[in-house]
């Protein structure tokens, strides 16, 4: 495959996404490092090209929606649907053997009733990709979110499960220590349980601070005093996680869990209406899979409804489109104001790619 192949690929794409409303706009390709490393989470961080602007610390963009957030809540108005081409630069493993540039094209559509919002997108991709028999994913992460809030435990617990909603092994270790399942360290247990953790421990190293390392301290004896998580609530959890059905299965799946973790109730509302305006669009909630954990390993900006096509011909392949839900995201760059956003994108190259199989 040619670089001119995939630009061919990706203007076709780009074509359609304007035939369906969409004004095409660009975005430069160096972005502040700053803010934007913060909103793209550990993963983008740790694959960002990084370099010294005119203004400081900037990055090769790794990504068009978080600069297209920016550009609408600082200038542009509701509704609005946006859609751009262009490369994209991320840092790939050594044995991945993919691109560390690439071309991205994508959809973004703002200001929009939520549930007719999720459906247009997705239909929109949909419809698209349905030459290349992908198969299709789909999840909420507001749902899970939801029941992390409603847990019957601290704040901090709360807080620090939904930092580690994006990294699935963190979040169950992290979820069986607070139940009591997990296995405290002996040294944890006797460093909680010394009157004075400093007598004895030699010289002070290190860039944290006697102060610093006391806070952290009674943090733990603080955690180490609540009381555990229930084992209801634990099983309520773990049955969402391993949820995996058609969406009209999972939707009746999810009433059922709501009447003993009331606090999803309205993320599950919001999905019952976006399988309604799917349903008018023509796409079957009974066709369409739904997972609960989908979406925990794409960009930490998501924070509703999220989507992937995958080739099942092709395991080796990252998704050939992604996208979701983002209204946290702009209320972070819209300084306090915040609307509805969704959108997604297509990999041309990996279009191309499958299309030959």
Sequence with gaps: MTRAAERAEAARFLQDFVNAGAQPVETAILQ???????????????????????????????????????????????PARYCYSG????????????AAEYVQVGFELFGADPAGADAECFALF??????????????????????????????????????????????????????????????????????????????????????????????????????????????LIDDLLAMREPSDAALAHLRDLSVDLPAIAPAVDGLARRLDALNASGIAPASLPFEASHGRATMEYYDGFVFSFCAPSRPDLPPVATGGRYDALTRVLGQGRATPAVGGVIRPALTLEVAQC
């Design 32 to 78: 502040p490092a700053e803010t934007l490393l913060d909103l793209y989470g550990e993963d983008i961080r740790a694959r960002a090209f990084t370099t010294t602007g005119p203004e400081g610390e900037a990055m090769l963009r790794p990504d068009f929606t978080v600069p297209v957030v920016q550009m609408h809540m600082a200038e542009g108005g509701d």
């Design 87 to 98: 490369e994209v630069f991320r840092r790939q493993p050594a044995d991945a053997e993919r």
């Design 126 to 235: 949909h419809r698209l990709l349905a030459p290349l028999n992908l198969r299709v994913h789909t999840g909420d992460i507001g749902i899970l979110t939801a029941a992390v809030r409603g847990l019957n435990t601290t704040d901090a617990r709360k807080t620090a499960l939904l930092r580690h909603v994006w990294r699935p092994r963190r979040f169950r270790a992290l979820l069986d220590r607070f139940a009591g399942r997990g296995v405290a360290s002996s040294s944890r247990k006797a460093l909680l349980g010394t009157a004075d953790p400093f007598a004895d421990a030699g010289p002070e190293i290190g860039l944290r601070t006697r102060a610093d390392v006391e806070a952290r301290i009674e943090t733990l004896r603080a955690d180490a005093d609540t009381p555990p998580i229930s084992t209801g609530e634990l099983e």
